[in-house]
């Protein structure tokens, strides 16, 4: 009783009241006369128990919204009614029990379903309960709670064990442990220390934190992710749509169904000199329509939709809506940008080649002119430079998109790139036989030799292409603007089945394209990445998957999915999650629509009573449910 809110609390009751109410009026039926006096007495039970029923469906017809669920269980319910009033006025025996034991069934369901409903989106809300309302702020000394939302970018907020983190940022001061789960499905903690960038929605564990904001509240990775579960819900599925049109044709489809039921074999009966038996006939049509109520399939398809989106979200996988969902189920070629995908991302320069300057001075001169990039290589660069970049010694830069940079360096007209540029630019440059990203350097005209990047392969990508492959994924591609040499070395350390190497940003968009062409039938394509330059072939993918935790804002815009820890593995979680979930949808359907099937048959053949009829539908709506709730958990047993 608990757990069950103040209106199901108030629905049970009603539940109680009538059924005791009904179990009295059995056992004194037979000395209730006359039969108005009977009538008006199991009218009480049926008002308490359905009156919210009958006030749905009058609601429904003044706004236009006649055939729904609650307008067939009124009319059938009223139709019993009928027909036992007119067996009581002509000397046979009516029964009302019939007419308020649907009711009390029906809404026994409805009562399930809520709850049900109620328990999943519970579980969701506690899975994505990660954005707090307060962040403390120190003032004189002494910690204040504030709004986050008046917390400007750059301030400095206190994050104590056990409290949330409200703001993405930098730790400027102590060291701790972070439980990361509500972002990342993982369930181990991460050490963090000073300089350590970390994401709100994380749960602080032991040391007390100094943290300096890099974002105000409402871009932080916490509303993020919480805008991307709760604007999920309004991109259908193709099912979803399937079945909001289902119901709209269906349900007026079987009221004139019961209504020629009720009608046209008692007419043929009459033309034909035998007992029209009309009564009869009504009461097989007020069956027709208890059974026809499609409750199982417009409650339980939103629900497993709701709930797989829910159980994706709980293991670190968004997935912006159910469409999305529905496409990810049928994708047989994922892709993969390599950089920061499938390896680390972080460069280290390994070895200078065939430089007639000294290795530090090359290193100097390509440092500085890449200096005002932000790709990762030049940060290696600078990195292996290891002194400050003197500003003033650099002129006249220019960044040419997949190829490299020129400007002046202390006087020196300085070429830093791949051999795209060296060709550009007239310069013979030499190969080199090492794999790595290889920057090809030249100062005043003349080749004065290479630095080789070395990125390491992530630890968990051999696992997740294996794991692709183990979910039915048919081809896995990668895409590079590397070397043919780098990228072959990656692929086969990873187990990627092909490659593409040498692209420019605009080059993978029409790899992708090329791809997506020779996919057969409904198997879809997922594009996987994480930088800026992805969103484009994030975008024009069948379903376009970001790295979500250090990935770029753009990237993430422009993807369907986002992994919230950039592991590679749970993009084989995802597909498996949204396979179990449209399986479960499919079940529900077709066991739906066969039960109804058969019953409906069974109806207006006579065969079923409005008790069998409403046992039937009630029955199938909460085994719809309980199946559909099963989306909420990434287990193969259930």
Not at 330 to 336: D, N, S, W
Request: hydrophobic share 45%; charged share 20%; aromatic share 6%.
């Amino acid at each position: 009783m608990k757990s069950l809110t103040k209106k199901q609390r108030k629905v049970l009751g009603r539940i109680i009241t009538a059924a005791v109410m009904l179990l009295v009026l059995v056992l004194v039926d037979s000395r209730l006369d006359p039969w108005y006096i009977k009538l008006l007495l199991y009218l009480v039970p049926y008002l308490i128990v359905g009156y919210d029923i009958i006030l749905k469906a009058a609601h429904g017809i003044l706004h236009g919204q006649v055939f729904d669920e609650n307008f067939l269980m009124v009319v059938a319910t009223a139709g019993a009614l009928g027909v036992s009033i007119y067996d009581t006025m002509h000397g046979e025996s009516g029964s009302y029990i019939e007419a308020v034991s649907v009711m009390l069934l029906y809404q026994v369901g409805e009562l399930f379903q809520s709850i049900a409903v109620g328990r999943s989106r519970r579980s969701i809300s506690e899975l994505m309960d990660i954005r707090p309302d307060t962040a403390n702020i120190e003032e004189d000394g002494e910690l204040v709670q504030v709004d986050p939302d008046d917390v400007e970018i750059g301030s400095v907020i206190i994050v104590r064990p056990g409290e949330k983190i409200p703001i993405d940022g930098t730790v400027i001061e102590g060291s701790s442990s972070l439980n990361t789960s509500a972002l990342t499905g993982e369930s181990l903690p991460r050490s963090v220390e000073p300089g350590s960038q970390v994401l709100s929605g994380c749960v602080n564990l032991s040391g007390v934190l100094k943290i300096e904001t890099t974002a105000e509240f409402g871009e932080s990775t916490a509303s993020k992710v919480l805008d991307l579960v709760e604007n999920a819900a309004s991109k259908k599925s193709r099912s979803e749509n399937f079945i909001s049109k289902f119901a709209k044709y269906y349900t007026p489809i079987v009221c004139i169904a019961a209504l020629a039921l009720a009608i046209i074999p008692p007419v043929i009966l009459a033309l034909t000199g035998s007992d029209p038996a009309l009564m009869s006939w009504v009461y097989r049509a007020c069956t027709f329509l208890v059974i026809s109520c499609p409750c199982a399939l417009v409650i339980s398809i939103p629900l497993t939709f709701f709930a797989g989106l829910g159980g994706a979200s709980s293991e670190g996988v968004l997935i912006k809506g159910s469409s999305y969902l529905e496409t990810l189920a049928q994708v047989r070629t994922v892709v993969f940008d390599k950089t920061g995908t499938i390896t680390q991302g972080n460069f280290e320069v390994t070895g200078v080649h065939h430089s007639p300057l000294s290795d530090h001075e090359l290193l100097r001169l390509a440092a500085h002119v890449e200096s005002s990039s932000s790709h990762p290589i030049s940060a290696s660069l600078r990195k292996a430079y290891g002194l400050p970049i003197d500003r003033d010694l650099i002129r006249d830069i220019q960044e040419i998109s997949g190829e490299g940079v020129i400007g002046k360096v202390d006087g020196h007209e300085v070429a830093a790139g791949n051999l795209r540029l060296m060709r550009r630019i007239g310069i013979e440059a030499k190969p080199c036989s090492h794999p790595g990203t290889i920057v090809y350097v030249a100062v005043d005209g003349e080749y004065c030799g290479h630095i080789v990047i070395s990125d390491q392969i992530k630890p968990s990508s051999v696992k997740a292409i294996r794991d692709l492959h183990n979910a039915g994924v048919k081809r896995t591609v990668m895409l590079t603007g590397d070397t043919a040499q780098t990228a072959e070395a990656v692929a086969k350390e990873a187990g990627i089945d092909e490659f593409r190497a040498g692209l420019l940003p605009a080059d993978k968009v029409t790899e992708v394209e090329k791809l997506m062409e020779s996919s057969l039938g409904r198997d879809r394509l997922a594009f996987v990445g994480d930088g800026i330059n992805d969103a484009p072939v994030l975008a024009r993918a069948d379903v376009g998957i970001a790295m979500g935790a250090l990935g770029s804002d753009a990237a993430i815009e422009a993807a369907d999915v986002v992994l919230m820890d950039d592991d590679p593995v749970k993009i084989a979680k995802g597909i498996r999650i949204s396979r179990k979930c449209l399986r479960i949808a499919r079940e529900n359907i077709v066991f739906s629509l066969c039960v109804k099937a058969v019953c409906l048959v069974l109806g207006a053949l006579g065969i079923a009573s409005m008790w069998l009829a409403v046992l039937a539908d009630v029955g199938v709506m909460i085994i719809c449910v309980l199946n559909a709730i099963r989306a909420l958990y990434d287990n193969k047993l259930i």
